[in-house]
Structures are given as structure tokens and as C-alpha cells.
């Protein structure tokens, strides 16, 4: 029932890629004047006058040891947002096909679909968070491509169901892209490994929330081969530069560093959500898989604009279907917690 090829776009099906200097000679040489690079070096260091590896080979086998996929079920992008926008300009055809997101949800799926022109359509999450399936399988057509599915949600921090990310994997023939960003803060087993079950699944992963690398820009998108064969036929050919690559070698190294930050982050977020209720401008703090927590208040714009005052931003969510009321906050360091903790006792 699933069909890579009839969901791709014409012109990308018959699309002959860009063929690098790095792809058209792979072997060992040791005068390369195939690249029209600057053969003297650079300003920096000799290093940087090379053009980087195209497919980040090292980067993938350090990924692959860590996430237990092999290298060529990897695809890696200039931040997550690169792996959202080339699904849109592979498999939507601007002004025909249409995509599906769950709001309250991340707003990369609906502005990367703006630019690329592409319909989105809306299954408002339930009261609880959870997909809505009636609501979903109702706006499929013929013409769907993609369902977007967050999970854990921003912002509203929750996992969605299992067995309901499951139903949509087993009766879609479009594909379905489960956004992991902040799997690693999450109770819930990862999609990952269930690769070989769903040839229409993508799973998206990020460097920018667990690892702490959003500064470097490194999303992955893992999927089947012939998923990831079609990203790298549509990707610019250089997207990952030298500096990020070897950047985040270094960082994966660092297994056992992220995953203590991992621990701390998780024990300190339930302890503000505890010390959040408590105060008496809190109606309720939902339950978080991820580094951050959705709070309900008393006057959440007139709390903002408050803490804005003593100089701490969070995320105004008060307008948000389903979160009407609510501040979405950051799990900050512990004296950063604290501050917010005293900030929101003066105000009442
Ligand atoms: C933060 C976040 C990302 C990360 O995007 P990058 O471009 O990799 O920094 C992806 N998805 C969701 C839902 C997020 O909240």
C-alpha cells in the first residue's frame, strides 16, 4: 500500500542530482585540484580550505553507535528544520498536495509547508493532548503526503499514545513523521528501532535540546534507505559544514556528560513542577516528557510581562488553542529555577 515513488514529486523522481567534485572521486590522492578550492589554505587553518565530506560519513558511524541504526538510515541537516523543509519540497506539490499537523503543535511544520505553498490541514489534539483519530483519518485524501506528529509535544510536553502513533503508522500511505526532539527527557521508547516495520516512517531527531548543541544546527532524520536516498538527492550538496562536523564528533564522545545532564535536567524539572503548584498563581502544571513544562496561571500575559520585568523571558502560550492561559518554561539551571520561583512569589 505503500508506494515511495508515486508519492514523490515528478520533477524530483526525475531529478538527475548535483554530482560533487567529493562524489564523482572517493578514493585516496594526494594533489586534489578537482574542487577550484584556494590550494594556499585559508585564514584560519589549512584545514578549512577543503570542502567538507558531502554525506558526514564519520558523523553518521559515531550516530549509528550510539542510536543502534545503521549509517545508511541517516540523514543529517542543517538543524531539524532543513529535514522538516526538504520532505515539503520532495513529496508536495505546491498548490495540489496537502499535509496534516495535530495542533497545538511545533510551528516549523506549518510555516516550512507556507513557503513551499503546500495546504496544511488541522486535527486539533483532544482535551487530553492526545491524537485525534476520527478527526485525522477524516482529513486524508488522496492528496495527503505527510502527518506531522510532535512527540513529545511542543508545547504542550506530553508523549502521544503509542498504540495511536501506531493505527496512524499502519493505515496511512503517505508518510508519517514522528518529531523525537525531546525524546531523550521522555519516559517512552523512541520510534527508531521500528524502522524496518514502517517504510513510510521518519523519525527526527535534534542535537539542539538534549545534547545542548543548538548553537551548531544538527537535526538527523532516520528513516529507510529509500527515504534517505531521496534527502540526499534533494539536499545541497554541502549542507554540514567542516566546523559542525567535527564539532559534533567531539560532542558524541561525551555520551556519558549528556546523559548526566540528561538526569539533572529531568529531577530538576519535576522539582519546579512541584514548586510551581505551590504557588497560589498556578492553576496546574501538566505533566512533561520534555526539558520544559506547560503552566496554567491566573493572567498568564499580565505573569509575563511581569517576569519580562525582572528580566526572565519564558514563551506566551495564553493564546494557543488548548493552551489558553498558559506559559510555556524552560527547565533553567537551579539558581535560574529559583529566580523564577521567587519572580513569580512576588507577584502573587
Ligand atoms: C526545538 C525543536 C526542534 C529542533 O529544531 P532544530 O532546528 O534541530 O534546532 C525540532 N522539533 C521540535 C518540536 C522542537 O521543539
Same mark, same amino acid.
Given at each position: @500500500?505503500?508506494?515511495?515513488? +508515486?508519492?514523490?514529486?515528478?520533477?524530483?523522481?526525475?531529478?538527475?542530482?548535483?554530482?560533487?567534485?567529493?562524489?564523482?572521486?572517493?578514493?585516496?590522492?594526494?594533489?586534489?585540484?578537482?574542487?577550484?578550492?584556494? +590550494? !594556499?589554505?585559508?585564514?584560519?587553518?589549512?584545514?578549512?580550505?577543503?570542502?567538507?565530506?558531502?554525506?558526514?560519513?564519520?558523523?553518521?558511524?559515531?550516530?549509528?553507535?550510539?542510536?543502534?541504526?545503521?549509517?545508511?538510515?541517516?540523514?543529517?541537516?542543517?538543524?531539524?528544520? &532543513?529535514?522538516?523543509?526538504?520532505?515539503?519540497?520532495?513529496?508536495?506539490?505546491?498548490?495540489?498536495?496537502?499535509?496534516?499537523?495535530?495542533?497545538?503543535?511545533?510551528?516549523?511544520?506549518?510555516?516550512?509547508?507556507?513557503?513551499?505553498?503546500?495546504?496544511?490541514?488541522?486535527?486539533?489534539?483532544?482535551?487530553?493532548?492526545?491524537?485525534?483519530?476520527?478527526?485525522?483519518?477524516?482529513?486524508?485524501?488522496?492528496?495527503?503526503?505527510?502527518?506531522?506528529?510532535?512527540?513529545?509535544?511542543?508545547?504542550?510536553?506530553?508523549?502521544?499514545?503509542?498504540?495511536?502513533?501506531?493505527?496512524?503508522?499502519?493505515?496511512?500511505?503517505?508518510?508519517?513523521?514522528?518529531?523525537?526532539?525531546?525524546?531523550?527527557?521522555?519516559?517512552?521508547?523512541?520510534?527508531?528501532?521500528?524502522?524496518?516495520?514502517?517504510?513510510?516512517?521518519?523519525?527526527?531527531?535534534?542535537m539542539?535540546k538534549a545534547w545542548g548543541l543548538a548553537?551548531?544546527?544538527?537535526? @538527523?532524520?532516520?528513516?529507510?534507505?529509500?527515504?534517505?536516498?531521496?534527502?540526499?538527492?534533494?539536499?545541497?550538496?554541502?549542507?554540514?559544514?567542516?566546523?559542525?562536523?567535527?564539532?559534533?564528533?567531539?560532542? !558524541?564522545? &561525551?555520551?556519558?556528560?549528556v546523559?548526566?545532564m540528561?538526569?539533572?535536567?529531568?529531577?530538576?524539572?519535576?522539582?519546579? +513542577?512541584?514548586?510551581?503548584?505551590?504557588?497560589?498563581?498556578?492553576?496546574?502544571?501538566?505533566?512533561?516528557?520534555?526539558?520544559?513544562?506547560?503552566?496554567?496561571?491566573?493572567?498568564?500575559?499580565?505573569?509575563?510581562?511581569?517576569?519580562?520585568?525582572?528580566?526572565?523571558?519564558?514563551?506566551?502560550?495564553?493564546?494557543?488553542?488548548?493552551?489558553?492561559?498558559?506559559?510555556?518554561?524552560?527547565?533553567?539551571? &537551579?539558581?535560574?529555577?529559583?529566580?523564577? !520561583?521567587?519572580?513569580?512569589?512576588?507577584?502573587?
Amino acid at each position: @500500500m505503500f508506494n515511495l515513488d +508515486s508519492l514523490l514529486r515528478d520533477n524530483i523522481r526525475k531529478l538527475v542530482p548535483y554530482s560533487s567534485a567529493r562524489d564523482e572521486f572517493k578514493g585516496e590522492a594526494q594533489v586534489f585540484l578537482d574542487a577550484n578550492e584556494n +590550494s !594556499l589554505g585559508s585564514p584560519l587553518t589549512r584545514w578549512y580550505n577543503r570542502y567538507p565530506d558531502p554525506h558526514q560519513w564519520k558523523v553518521k558511524e559515531a550516530i549509528s553507535r550510539i542510536k543502534g541504526v545503521p549509517p545508511q538510515h541517516i540523514f543529517l541537516g542543517n538543524g531539524s528544520d &532543513e529535514c522538516i523543509d526538504l520532505l515539503y519540497r520532495a513529496f508536495c506539490v505546491p498548490g495540489k498536495d496537502n499535509v496534516i499537523i495535530n495542533p497545538p503543535t511545533y510551528g516549523m511544520y506549518e510555516v516550512s509547508a507556507n513557503i513551499n505553498d503546500v495546504e496544511v490541514r488541522r486535527a486539533t489534539l483532544l482535551d487530553d493532548f492526545q491524537l485525534d483519530l476520527v478527526h485525522l483519518e477524516n482529513l486524508v485524501d488522496s492528496n495527503t503526503k505527510i502527518i506531522w506528529i510532535c512527540s513529545p509535544n511542543n508545547p504542550t510536553a506530553n508523549s502521544m499514545n503509542r498504540q495511536d502513533i501506531e493505527v496512524v503508522l499502519n493505515n496511512f500511505s503517505g508518510l508519517v513523521v514522528i518529531d523525537e526532539a525531546y525524546i531523550n527527557f521522555s519516559r517512552h521508547k523512541s520510534f527508531i528501532q521500528e524502522l524496518s516495520d514502517y517504510p513510510n516512517l521518519v523519525v527526527l531527531q535534534t542535537m539542539s535540546k538534549a545534547w545542548g548543541l543548538a548553537g551548531l544546527r544538527m537535526g @538527523m532524520a532516520f528513516a529507510s534507505e529509500a527515504i534517505i536516498d531521496v534527502y540526499n538527492k534533494v539536499k545541497p550538496p554541502y549542507n554540514i559544514s567542516q566546523v559542525n562536523q567535527e564539532l559534533v564528533l567531539k560532542a !558524541l564522545e &561525551e555520551v556519558g556528560q549528556v546523559n548526566d545532564m540528561i538526569r539533572q535536567l529531568v529531577a530538576m524539572r519535576e522539582q519546579l +513542577s512541584k514548586d510551581l503548584v505551590a504557588l497560589p498563581l498556578v492553576r496546574a502544571v501538566f505533566p512533561s516528557d520534555a526539558n520544559f513544562l506547560l503552566v496554567k496561571m491566573e493572567n498568564a500575559r499580565g505573569v509575563y510581562e511581569r517576569l519580562l520585568e525582572d528580566g526572565i523571558v519564558v514563551r506566551d502560550r495564553s493564546k494557543v488553542e488548548l493552551c489558553e492561559g498558559c506559559l510555556r518554561i524552560t527547565v533553567g539551571t &537551579e539558581k535560574e529555577n529559583g529566580e523564577l !520561583l521567587n519572580a513569580l512569589a512576588k507577584i502573587g
